[in-house]
């Protein structure tokens, strides 16, 4: 079991539409979660943290936790083109600095 | 500018060649890292500095990789007799020293390696 999965994709939605990304994870004391956004060739962006179970909004991004069940989401509302990227999930595990990342979906918004 | 840069960007070399890539974190984060990343994977993580004192390491660091923060400002990361396996795009992150486990990471552009 890899220790933080995220299905590949790719995810395609119309513009306008919400794009829901999933992660789940194997480490159950993790603490901290984060969303980062990476184009094409290029590193990756953070968009997002979040500590605390439950949701956390930032412009058109929500972040949701359930540390019960070891998943977390992020949602995009009002899809845009230049949204499509490669999404990654990043897991910061129990007495460590270093992120555990997953493999990353590739959400793409069609016009 | 004052995000993570790394130099330098693009690297070709020949297999069995030595090489070093440098980071310069942001101005005021104490923490630097190392990930390496291949075409169609998340980033892995190799190594993590606290000021100058190199505090974590992984598997995948073997012994012929080496990293330094000798002032506790830049890094380099050094790949001596790379091999073919070696090709992936380096990445350098930094971020500031806070309470638990709040800090948040921030990636510079990355250094592509390919070994010939």
């Known amino acids: 079991q890899k220790e933080v999965e995220q299905n590949s994709g790719p995810l395609s939605v119309p513009e306008g539409a919400i794009a829901s990304l999933n992660c789940t994870y194997s480490d159950r004391g993790s603490q901290s979660f984060f969303w980062y956004r990476q184009y094409s060739g290029k590193s990756p962006e953070l968009i997002m943290f979040?500590?605390?179970?439950g949701d956390k909004e930032d412009g058109r991004f929500t972040a949701q936790l359930n540390k019960a069940s070891q998943y977390v989401s992020l949602l995009i509302r009002d899809s845009q083109p230049s949204d499509s990227a490669t999404y990654l999930c990043?897991?910061?595990?129990?007495?460590?600095?270093?992120?555990?990342f997953g493999s990353g979906t590739r959400l793409q918004v069609q016009p | 500018d004052t995000g993570v840069s790394q130099d330098p960007r693009h690297k070709i070399t020949k297999r069995g060649q030595n090489v070093t890539f440098r980071c310069d974190p942001i101005?005021?984060?104490?923490?630097l890292y190392w990930y390496r990343q291949t075409l169609g994977q998340g980033p892995e993580f190799l190594t993590y500095?606290?000021?100058?004192?190199?505090?974590?390491k992984s598997r995948l660091l073997s012994d012929r990789f080496s990293a330094e923060r000798p002032k506790g400002s830049f890094s380099t990361l050094e790949i001596q007799r790379t091999e073919q396996g070696d090709s992936a795009m380096y990445l350098c992150a930094s971020s500031p020293q806070t309470s638990g486990n709040t800090d948040t990471q921030y990636f510079g552009p990355g250094t592509r390696l390919t070994v010939l």
């Open positions: 101005s005021e984060h104490n923490r």
């Open positions: 990043a897991v910061r595990g129990t007495g460590r600095r270093a992120l555990t």
């Open positions: 500095f606290q000021n100058e004192a190199q505090l974590e």
């Open positions: 979040i500590y605390s179970n």
